[in-house]
């Protein structure tokens, strides 16, 4: 099981949007960091738009578990957005 409790990661982008693509890459790359090893997948359901506190629902999987996944864009600087990772206490049923 992964978990990751406040990961956050920087990714340059446009200043709209951040690719639902390239969210759930971020968020792989930031909890492999965190727990030594990426999740088997991450899928998000739409873009993260680049405004603070917006956010979006992505899966994570690990291990034949699914995990919901919050991303929470906790910053925005110069087209950079900052971003919160965290994975859900318990496994999707």
């Known amino acids: 099981m992964m978990l990751c409790a406040g990961c956050s990661f920087s990714v340059g982008s446009s200043p709209?949007?951040?690719?639902?693509e390239e969210v759930a890459e971020k968020a792989s790359k930031?909890?492999?960091?965190?727990v030594g090893r990426e999740p088997d997948d991450v899928t998000c359901d739409e873009a993260l738009k680049a405004e603070v506190s917006e956010t979006v629902r992505c899966t994570l999987t690990a291990d034949g578990q699914a995990y919901g996944l919050t991303v929470t864009a906790k910053s925005v600087t110069d087209g950079r957005v900052d971003m919160?990772?965290?994975v859900d206490d318990s496994p999707k049923s």
């Not at 709209?16 to 639902?20: A, F, I, M, Q």
């Not at 930031?30 to 965190?34: T, Y």
């Open 16 to 20: 709209e949007t951040v690719s639902k």
């Open 30 to 34: 930031a909890l492999a960091k965190q």
């Open 84 to 86: 919160d990772f965290k």
